[in-house]
């Protein structure tokens, strides 16, 4: 079937794809059709013999049209190379045929003959993924391009099957078939990220969807539900499900959660037959997914990763989950253990060994693996990223063989790649650290070498510098460049007779480090004479070619070398090119390789060089095309224009055609910044060259040369090229690399896409001239395969090339048949071994990457003979020096040897006191350093003594400690306790809900620190506004009788006032005790409690509606101090118990050495005894070891000083030691030391005997040697007889000693009765144990329940106590509006009281009084005194205007005049009407004032309104929250009802008989303490009389009450009686009810006193005042007299000047109008000002005059006369401090005052006139 028919089967289905971006959830309608269309698309389906072409398919090059360039340019010969890095690019599909990805070419390898067959991709623009169908018989190819397609292939013919159109835009990025092969599903790479199911068979989309907005690495069917998938990649890992809807199947998502476990990128996972999934992760460890989110991590043993580095899952076989790392390791793990894994801490792993491991080798990274197709296979083939093919056999058995590498490759990037000047042989490097040499005539590898870093340049040696071409120089990334030898092993067999493997070998020749940075390029000069090498370290470095390279030196570039050329031959001198990645390009001359060496350094100033720093011209080149297109198409439209006025002959249309379009803006000129990377160039002619760039300039070939002007500095000069080459098809295509062809007619590029692009030249064409049509082929990955070698072999009969994406490929310029025929040869030739080669040693290596360049060993060279010669100069010095200070001695010598009196002295001789103070600070300076450095240590060794100590002494309290019995073998041990360590502080803290009293205390105490200030403020106010300040006189001396009739006054007022406190102090604590009306006896109420806990329907606690007290809720803190507690009372039992026992063993200490000192007595005794006499001794007690444990660690001088030479002794032995320890030398020293006490015991008890035996011996021979008489006899007879009593008597106490020491051993039994509550303890222990591991499950969540609990109540308390202060605040404005409305009432009241009876103006004060005006608000004061004028005069003005306005209606009188309220009316009183408006101003106030008031209680009525909604809202809340609590809390005691508590019974207690017999089941019994019941029976009875005696209290209760209220009824007539005489005998007495506590406490007032005193003086000095002032006031009048005629004098000129001012204030008038007002204004506020404060002086002397006369008045009556009738008696007069009215002047006195002030200032204006 064609393409063509093809193609239109395939377009005519129907496809709708609904794509969704989300990432959580996914879907896709599937198509809904009706029926008709279902049996149309039945009849379209696709045949399944059907299949494509590949011919017609494939890609093909890019040919230039016209060119006649053949289509078979090049011929693919072989793929040396492996794209590791890509992931998945290995399948299997058969036993023997691998495929995987090369570029653009799918490989089909055979593992056995190792032949290779090539598939190239159909779109040409890569290949993105693979994979086989499950039954191998096709395979899948996924695309890269514009819109790729997926190519499914059959094998093994190879034809195109299917071809998949349509499911992602730019590349597929993985591919994989379902469990039974008929779904594919495919995921696509940026931007789109599509995932698509394909029926595969009929070419149609089933089902499409977003997969994710990130990379995605793989995606894969379950093969256990065919509905669910699973998709990987970039930090995420999603769950697929196919699900039905009513619209259709659809594909939901659900992302995966990490939770606390860190994102990681997930490569490969494992779905289990339960749905769960296992992935891999970054850091080794496994993640078990349940749902979408991780359920356990898996790790191994002590918290190790499962594998080092990445690690995935690939396998689920035979009960074992397989998974491999970046390790090389393959381990499989217990797939049920893993399924059902769980994690019970905080750290979410479970820990888990792997059943089998295999290590495949340690610089392995496996990264994919497939499984052989054969049944039952265990057969592997695994991908390295390293760069190799594994075949494993992962069955795990003891015959398992050994993994095998099956091909190896470079890993990669190549780095260099260069071809032999002499065979078919091409040498490779890579940053694998290895270098490879294959044959690729016969297509094979012939040798690697590898080294220790990675190499990053290559060159073949020319055969002028080796002449067998078997010379390789390689650069590293360290900066070591290394000649290799390649010469055939199996020659050098015929030589020395070895056996050596392999068709070629590469032998070290020299290596030398020239650079510090990666060696990027070398080249030998024309001649062969000189090797350069160019580092990234900018620098190129010259050494001379010989048997050794020798350095000759180097020179600085302005940039990372990227390329090096030499001049050829047609050029005249020998120049080097530098091609540096920044865009500069060096030419420097050949340095002479005869020159002497430099001394200092290998810099080669001298060189001679030229300096080329490219500059982009590109945008300047597009703007030429720009302009020359527009002008081409100006004269076209012009040509075009011309042709029709011709054809139309109509001049009026030209007219309007000439009207053209405005034209666009031309291409501004770009300078790229960074400047675009250079990537390779090339001579042209001498001082010329080729460039290609990269970046924005990259689509040209530019010819550039040399300018003449070489002094301007290589990083600032800017330089153009003066020709460019534009290349098709190139601007995001550069050029990376370029070669030519021996005879140059072909031009080989290799391009940035890893294309290989072919140009056929001219020959001597070095402008490149014809350089116009060219030959494409995709080679390479498109996207990161960018071919940066490219080379032809000797004979131009191939071409080479290697990328970045580790392929590296071989192309032949000839068919293969041809190519056969004129080589006539299949392999290439490997040069022979030099001669004597075999007798060479092999050449030193620099394997250290920190060692030395050539320039940096130069330069330490340089420095240390620098600091050699430093050093003998130094040492000539100190030489001198030396000889100086015998010289110093010699003549101090002499010194000595003077008489005293020409003697010098010590600080004569000294010079100077600096040198002294200069060797101090040195030798300071130095113990300080020694003091450092032995600082660390001393510290390490007292650290170390500290471990030792706290791990072998201090980790015990008490060591266990044995008494043995004397006479038995009983014994009696200590109990061996821990040291103690306190517990920690968060175990003991309980939890604690939050202090609401606290919160409400400090709400409280906030409201009323708000509160205060308020009312503070409101009665500074309040005095501010009603009081007048009032001036306080000063003292005047009294007489003595009057300060003693003052003084008892007040001793008596005092006393009076203490009764008075006290009697009301009493009152007040009896009204604090009085009880409120709804009030309970606490005793009452606690009773209450008492019995509403313990009586009534009790409910046990394994009732279902049971529920907790508060005070019995447990919880973990609580449960963790119960077992704190237990623990320290079974210490504290534990502890007692050892100090007895510890009492005992020191009693049998002294014990021991009492018998001891009586053994001795005895011995004594027996001494004088004969032999026959002697009563056996009994056996002496010894103090064992384990008695006395401490004594073991206890050591002198002499034991180490012993330990010492032991240790010495063994020195030999020390690797012995090593290995056995220390722990031999300690058991040697403790043997020996036991020794020795033992020899000390016997000595001890050895000697009295040898004393003794003497003793006896020397008796016995004078009792032979002598006859005794009777009385002699006699007495030895009594000597002997009292020895005899004394040694029964010792044998006796020593038996009794003993054996009381045995019974004291009874303590034995208390021991084991200890040992038996320990072990309930234990148990109770291990109970406590397993309700805190249940609380701790269940302390999250009420910890949760009560934490939203107290929040909720502390949000309650806190809008109570809001609402509380709210409610108080708004009481206490409530208060101040009732203040404000009492003050308004009273300033009415002072109106009124001002007016007087019968004023004839009181309508028209009144209302001046009740008129409103607006007033301007108080400003604040600033510090500018004149700007705050002018602003009060500017709103004074303003206000006047708006109060005009505003006002103007309440200002017109009954007929229609307006109220001026500003003057006064005739026949008025001035002072009243100032007295008015003052009085105006205070009611303004006050309204305002009230009007504030008002609407900051209208605010607080709100807030208490919304808080009080929000309060009910809280309240629910809470409740709810104290329900969840409470089940919580339920639910928690329910789970401890269900443990298992063990309590020990014995038979006789137990009292639950059924039948007269025990029953088996003993669930329904109650466990109960006999006391317990004991002590309800007798709680019973307590209650029957306790009820009784409750019914008689109350009885007696309610007839006291009844008594009680009959009392209070009398009291309250009794008292109403004692009121009523009392008030009559202050009416009798005074004349009204008077306060008696007051009058009580009036004392003398000295005030009145001293008024009148002061009254007496003022009068005296006012009359002699007057009497002077009528003098002067009489001389006043005279010169008054006098200054009136001077003044009429001035009235004549005053009216002429009159005239002139009027005239000037007619001009100025309009302009003066203003100011004049201002004026105005001011003068008069300064007058009201004055007029005011006059005012106010005379309110202050009138109110001083009326306290006068007050206090006068009732000093009058101070006798206690009653007063008459007609004069009502003055009420006591309060302190000045704090009046509550203002007195008001009456109109007589303010008439008075004011004529007196008005006098006063007439008088003082005459003055001043």
């Known amino acids: 079937m064609s393409e063509e028919n093809t193609a239109n089967s395939v377009g005519d289905q129907a496809e709708i794809t609904k794509t969704a971006s989300r990432e959580n959830t996914a879907g896709c309608d599937s198509e809904n059709s009706l029926t008709q269309q279902e049996d149309e698309e039945g009849s379209r389906r696709l045949p399944a013999d059907m299949y494509y072409k590949y011919e017609e398919l494939h890609s093909r090059p890019s040919i230039t049209p016209d060119s006649e360039i053949p289509e078979n340019l090049l011929h693919l010969s072989h793929t040396f190379g492996y794209d590791s890095g890509r992931r998945a690019n290995l399948q299997l599909l058969d036993d023997r045929t691998l495929i995987f990805i090369a570029g653009n070419l799918l490989v089909l390898l055979d593992v056995s003959t190792k032949e290779q067959r090539y598939l190239r991709s159909c779109s040409g623009g890569g290949i993105g993924s693979i994979t086989a169908h499950p039954s191998r018989q096709y395979f899948v190819v996924a695309e890269k391009g514009n819109q790729p397609n997926i190519i499914i292939y059959e094998y093994p013919s190879l034809r195109p099957y299917r071809i998949l159109r349509g499911g992602t835009e730019r590349a597929y990025s993985f591919v994989d078939f379902n469990r039974d092969g008929s779904l594919l599903a495919s995921v696509g790479s940026a931007p789109d990220y599509m995932l698509t199911l394909w029926d595969w068979r009929q070419e149609e989309v089933m089902l499409s969807c977003k997969a994710i907005s990130q990379e995605v690495y793989r995606v894969s069917f379950s093969p256990y539900n065919p509905e669910l998938l699973t998709s990987s990649g970039s930090a995420h890992i999603k769950f697929w499900k196919m699900a039905s809807t009513f619209t259709g199947l659809k594909l939901q998502g659900l992302i995966g959660h990490f939770g606390k476990t860190a994102a990681t990128d997930i490569e490969g996972y494992v779905e289990l037959p339960d749905g769960k999934v296992v992935s891999g992760s970054d850091w080794g460890n496994l993640l078990l997914w349940d749902g979408n989110a991780i359920k356990v991590e898996i790790c191994r043993k002590g918290g190790r990763s499962c594998h080092t580095g990445t690690v995935q899952p690939f396998a689920l076989e035979d009960g074992q989950l397989m998974t491999f790392g970046f390790d090389g390791v393959v381990r499989g793990w217990d797939f049920e253990s893993i399924d059902t894994a769980d994690s019970n801490s905080d750290s979410s792993k479970f820990e888990l060994e792997p059943m089998n491991e295999m290590v495949i080798g340690h610089n392995v990274r496996l990264s994919s693996v497939v499984k052989s197709s054969t049944p039952d296979s265990f057969l592997w083939f695994a991908k390295d990223s390293s760069g190799a093919i594994w075949k494993l056999d992962l069955s795990f058995t003891y015959t398992t063989p050994d993994p095998e590498c099956l091909f190896c490759f470079h890993a990669g990037a190549i780095q260099g790649l260069d071809v032999s000047r002499k065979s078919h042989m091409m040498a490779t490097t890579a940053l694998d650290r290895s270098v490879k040499v294959f044959d690729f005539l016969a297509k094979r590898e012939l040798t690697t070498s590898r080294f220790n870093q990675g190499g990053t340049a290559l060159s073949w040696a020319p055969t002028l510098v080796n002449q067998s071409g078997g010379l390789l120089v390689t650069g590293f990334e360290d900066g070591v460049v290394r000649l290799l030898e390649l010469y055939d092993p199996q020659r050098l067999h015929v030589v020395t007779g070895r056996s050596p493997k392999g068709d070629a070998k590469l032998r070290l020749k020299q290596a030398f480090k020239p650079h510090n940075a990666p060696v990027t390029a070398v080249a030998y000069e024309r001649n062969g004479d000189i090797l350069a090498t160019g580092s990234s370290d900018c620098t190129v470095f010259f050494f001379t070619v010989g048997e050794k390279y020798n350095p000759i030196g180097f020179v600085r570039v302005p940039g990372p070398v990227q390329a090096l050329e030499w001049s050829p031959h047609s050029h005249n001198e020998n120049r080097l090119l530098i091609l540096c990645q920044s865009g500069h390009v060096v030419e420097v001359q050949s340095p002479d390789p005869e020159a002497q060496t430099p001394t200092k350094t290998f810099q080669l100033p001298e060189l001679s060089s030229r300096c080329f720093r490219f500059r982009s011209i590109k945008s300047r080149i597009k703007r030429e095309e720009e302009i020359a297109r527009r002008q081409a198409i100006k004269e076209k439209r012009e040509k075009e224009r011309e042709k029709r006025l011709k054809e139309s002959k109509q001049p009026d249309l030209e007219l309007e055609e000439e009207e053209e379009e405005e034209e666009e803006e031309l291409p501004a000129i770009y300078i790229p910044d960074p400047p675009s990377p250079l990537y390779c160039g090339f001579y042209s002619q001498s001082g010329q060259f080729w460039l290609s760039m990269g970046g924005f300039d990259s689509g040209f070939l530019y010819h550039c040369k040399f300018s003449e002007r070489q002094d301007e500095d290589p990083v600032q000069r800017q330089d153009e090229p003066f020709d460019f080459l534009p290349v098709q098809n190139a601007d995001n295509n550069p050029i990376r690399s370029i070669t030519f062809s021996s005879n140059r007619q072909l031009l080989l590029c290799g391009m940035h896409s890893g294309s290989i692009r072919v140009y056929p030249l001219q020959p001597s064409d070095h402008n490149l001239t014809s350089m116009q049509a060219y030959w494409e082929l995709s080679v390479h990955d498109n996207h990161y395969g960018h071919l940066r070698y490219i080379r032809c072999s000797?004979?131009?009969?191939?071409?080479?090339?290697?990328?970045?994406?580790?392929?590296?490929?071989?192309?032949?310029?000839?068919?293969?048949?041809?190519?056969?025929?004129?080589?006539?040869?299949?392999?290439?030739?490997?040069?022979?071994?030099?001669?004597?080669?075999?007798?060479?040693?092999?050449?030193?290596?620099?394997?250290?990457?920190?060692?030395?360049?050539?320039?940096?060993?130069?330069?330490?060279?340089e420095k240390d003979r620098l600091r050699r010669e430093v050093d003998l100069k130094i040492s000539a010095k100190r030489k001198k020096l030396v000889e100086l200070q015998k010289k110093f001695k010699h003549l101090l010598n002499d010194n000595q040897s003077l008489p005293e009196h020409v003697r010098l002295k010590p600080a004569e001789l000294q010079l100077d006191q600096r040198f002294n103070e200069q060797a101090e600070k040195v030798k300071a300076q130095r113990v300080r350093e020694v003091r450092k450095q032995l600082g660390w240590e001393m510290e390490r060794c007292c650290i170390a003594l500290k471990k030792l100590q706290d791990w072998f002494k201090d980790s015990l309290e008490s060591k266990v400690i044995t008494v043995v019995a004397i006479c038995t073998n009983h014994r009696v041990s200590s109990y061996r306790l821990p040291a103690l360590t306190e517990p920690s502080a968060w175990l003991r803290q309980q939890s604690r809900p939050g202090r609401p009293d606290e919160d409400g205390a400090a709400t409280q105490e906030r409201r009323r620190s708000r509160a205060e200030p308020a009312k503070d403020s409101g009665e500074l106010e309040d005095d501010k506004v009603l009081r007048p300040l009032m001036a306080r006189p000063a003292g005047i001396k009294l007489g003595d009788r009057q300060v003693e009739r003052l003084r008892k006054a007040a001793e008596k007022a005092e006393q009076a006032r203490a009764k008075i406190e006290k009697r009301q102090q009493e009152w007040e604590q009896l009204y604090a005790e009085k009880p409120k009306e709804n009030c309970e006896d606490p005793q009452d109420v606690q009773a209450i409690c008492e019995a509403k806990e313990n009586i009534g329907d009790l409910k046990l606690k394994s009732a279902k509606d049971f529920t907790v007290p508060k005070h019995l809720r447990m919880n973990t803190e609580r449960k963790i101090a119960e077992m704190i507690a237990l623990e320290e009372k079974i210490r504290e039992r534990q502890t007692e118990m050892n100090g007895r026992i510890m009492t005992l063993r020191d009693s049998k200490v002294r014990l021991v050495s009492q018998l001891h000192a009586q053994a001795q007595q005895l011995q004594k005794v027996q001494q004088h005894l004969a032999d026959h006499l002697h009563s056996p001794p009994p056996t002496l007690p010894t103090i064992l070891p384990e008695e006395t444990p401490e004594k073991r660690l206890r050591y002198s001088r002499a034991t180490l000083e012993r330990y010492r030479v032991l240790r010495e002794q063994r020195r030999p032995t020390v690797e012995q030691e090593e290995q056995e320890g220390a722990a031999g030398l300690l058991e040697q020293l403790e043997k020996e030391m036991e020794g020795e006490e033992e020899e000390e015991e016997r000595g001890e008890e050895g000697t009295p005997c040898l004393s003794t035996s003497s003793v006896t011996t020397e008796e016995e021979e004078v009792e032979e040697g002598v006859d005794l008489s009777e009385l002699e006899e006699e007495l030895l007879m009594e000597k002997e007889i009292k020895l005899l009593y004394m040694q029964d008597s010792l044998l006796e106490e020593m038996e009794s000693s003993m054996c009381q020491f045995d019974a004291k051993l009874l303590l034995r039994h208390q021991k084991l009765h200890l040992d038996w509550q320990l072990k309930l303890a234990d148990l109770r222990q291990l109970m406590l144990y397993q309700e805190l591991l249940l609380l701790k499950e269940v302390d999250r969540r009420e910890e949760i329940l009560q934490e939203k609990l107290n929040a909720r109540m502390k949000e309650e308390n806190s809008i109570t106590s809001k609402l509380e202060e709210y409610n108080e605040q708004l009481e206490l404005k409530r208060r101040d509006i009732a203040k404000v409305h009492e003050r308004e009432k009273a300033l009415a009241a002072a109106f009124q009281a001002s007016l007087g009876e019968d004023n004839k103006f009181e309508e028209f004060l009144t209302k001046v009084f009740k008129k409103r005006i607006k007033r301007v608000k108080k400003k604040e004061q600033t510090e500018n005194e004149e700007e705050e004028e002018d602003s009060d005069e500017d709103s004074d003005e303003d206000d006047d205007w708006d109060d005009d306005d505003d006002d103007y209606e309440s200002d017109m009188e009954e007929g229609g005049v307006p109220l001026d309220d500003s003057v006064c009316p005739p026949g008025c009183d001035p002072q009243l009407f100032e007295n008015t408006l003052q009085l105006r101003e205070r009611r303004l106030d006050l309204e305002e004032l009230l009007v504030e008031e008002k609407k900051s209680a209208d605010a607080l009525e709100k807030e208490c309104d919304t808080l009080i909604k929000k309060e009910k809202t809280v309240k629910s809340s809470?409740?709810?929250?104290?329900?969840?609590?409470?089940?919580?809390?339920?639910?928690?005691?329910?789970?401890?009802?269900?443990?298992?508590?063990?309590?020990?019974?014995?038979?006789?207690?137990?009292?639950?008989?059924?039948?007269?017999?025990?029953?088996?089941?003993?669930?329904?019994?109650?466990?109960?303490?006999?006391?317990?019941?004991?002590?309800?029976?007798?709680?019973?009875?307590?209650?029957?009389?306790?009820?009784?005696?409750?019914?008689?209290?109350?009885?007696?209760?309610?007839?006291?009450?009844?008594?009680?209220?009959?009392?209070?009824?009398?009291?309250?007539?009794?008292?109403?009686?004692?009121?009523?005489?009392?008030?009559?005998?202050?009416?009798?007495?005074?004349?009204?009810?008077?306060?008696?506590?007051?009058?009580?406490?009036?004392?003398?007032?000295?005030?009145?006193?001293?008024?009148?005193?002061?009254?007496?003086?003022?009068?005296?000095?006012?009359?002699?005042?007057?009497?002077?002032?009528?003098?002067?006031?009489?001389?006043?009048?005279?010169?008054?007299?006098?200054?009136?005629?001077?003044?009429?004098?001035?009235?004549?000129?005053?009216?002429?000047?009159?005239?002139?001012?009027?005239e000037l204030e007619h001009k100025l008038n309009a302009r003066q109008k203003k100011i004049g007002r201002q004026l105005q204004d001011f003068s008069r506020r300064a007058d009201q000002e004055e007029i005011w404060r006059l005012q106010e002086f005379v309110k202050t002397q009138s109110h001083q005059i009326e306290a006068l006369s007050r206090e006068i008045d009732l000093l009058s009556r101070k006798g206690g006369h009653v007063l008459p009738t007609s004069q009502p008696p003055l009420p006591p007069l309060a302190p000045l401090s704090t009046p509550q009215t203002t007195p008001t002047p009456s109109n007589q006195d303010q008439g008075r005052l004011s004529k007196q002030l008005k006098a006063q200032k007439s008088s003082s204006g005459q003055g001043a006139n």
């Open 794 to 861: 000797h004979d131009d009969h191939f071409v080479l090339t290697a990328g970045d994406d580790g392929n590296i490929f071989s192309f032949s310029l000839l068919p293969p048949e041809e190519l056969q025929k004129g080589l006539q040869r299949k392999r290439a030739k490997v040069p022979s071994p030099r001669v004597g080669l075999e007798n060479e040693a092999l050449a030193q290596d620099i394997e250290d990457p920190a060692a030395y360049s050539i320039e940096t060993a130069k330069q330490k060279l």
């Open 1518 to 1702: 809470r409740k709810a929250a104290e329900g969840d609590l409470e089940l919580v809390n339920r639910e928690k005691q329910q789970k401890l009802n269900e443990l298992d508590m063990v309590i020990p019974f014995r038979l006789h207690q137990i009292e639950f008989v059924v039948n007269g017999s025990v029953p088996s089941d003993l669930t329904p019994t109650l466990v109960l303490n006999r006391m317990e019941l004991s002590r309800l029976q007798e709680r019973v009875m307590e209650l029957q009389a306790e009820k009784t005696q409750q019914k008689d209290l109350s009885c007696q209760a309610r007839q006291q009450h009844v008594r009680l209220v009959h009392d209070r009824k009398e009291m309250n007539v009794e008292i109403q009686v004692l009121e009523n005489q009392c008030n009559q005998l202050m009416m009798m007495k005074f004349g009204r009810l008077v306060d008696l506590e007051a009058l009580q406490t009036l004392s003398g007032n000295r005030t009145l006193e001293e008024l009148k005193q002061e009254k007496l003086l003022q009068e005296a000095a006012n009359a002699k005042e007057i009497k002077q002032w009528d003098a002067k006031v009489e001389e006043e009048h005279q010169a008054l007299m006098e200054v009136t005629k001077c003044n009429t004098e001035c009235l004549l000129s005053l009216t002429m000047l009159f005239d002139e001012k009027s």
